[in-house]
């Protein structure tokens, strides 16, 4: 069936770099997004790939796409503290123009001073 | 813009009581969907609206829920009558015709507690 599997926490010094991975079972999602959530707060969109790209870089931020291991991962170079947050990894099955989006169970980013 | 608007944000409530949680999409934006989240059971989709339609409504849990969208500038998910397992986050979203990357907006959510 439909998953996204997350790891639950993760913990880093301030000014080293975060990997937060992902793994999905849909082939055929046609984009993968990470979102992050800070408390009390809804989901914002950080960034997203699209399925036949294998790399996507945004100043900080590092994605990276194994589509033969439906592996996702968010890099995050110089973490600050400002980046402690969930971080939702997510997929949509179906293809383009769906509707559904299926969310990891969130990641949990500390980052230590 | 302002971005998602929800209310209120926080709710408490007693079990047995009506609860409505109201959204405002960003303007211009066609498609709106209602999510609850828990510890438990993480991020799901209630209900999917297009156009003001609603498309597909297969995840609301039980008839005690139910969601409108009477015009593009406001939807309401009302539970009558509300129970303690209801207690969770519910965001509101909101996504344009055409979005690249079909990116859909949150809202902050509303916070409800069942007493």
């Known amino acids: 069936g439909e998953d996204v599997e997350q790891s639950l926490f993760l913990s880093v010094r301030e000014g080293d770099s975060s990997v937060i991975n992902c793994t999905y079972t849909d082939s055929s999602s046609t984009y993968l997004y990470w979102y992050k959530q800070e408390p009390g707060a809804g989901l914002q969109l950080l960034t997203y790939i699209f399925s036949n790209m294998d790399m996507k870089q945004d100043q900080r931020l590092t994605v990276l796409l194994n589509k033969k291991d439906k592996h996702l991962s968010l890099r995050i170079a110089d973490t600050q503290t400002g980046d402690s947050a969930i971080y939702f990894c997510a997929e949509t099955p179906g293809g383009s123009g769906t509707y559904k989006y299926i969310f990891g169970t969130g990641t949990r980013l500390k980052v230590l001073a | 813009d302002a971005g998602v608007i929800q209310s209120p944000r926080h709710e408490v409530t007693e079990m047995g009581q009506e609860v409505t949680l109201r959204c405002k999409p960003i303007s211009g934006h066609n498609s709106l969907f209602w999510y609850r989240q828990t510890m438990m059971r993480g991020l799901e989709l209630l209900i999917y609206?297009?156009?003001?339609?609603?498309?597909?409504d297969s995840g609301m849990p039980e008839d005690r829920f139910s969601a409108k969208m009477p015009n593009a500038s406001f939807s309401t998910l009302k539970i009558q009558p509300s129970e303690p397992r209801d207690s969770a986050v519910y965001f509101c979203?909101?996504?344009?015709?055409?979005?690249?990357?079909?990116?859909?907006?949150f809202g902050p959510g509303t916070r409800l507690l069942v007493l």
């Open positions: 979203a909101s996504r344009p015709r055409s979005s690249v990357g079909e990116t859909q907006y």
């Open positions: 609206f297009n156009n003001n339609v609603p498309i597909d």
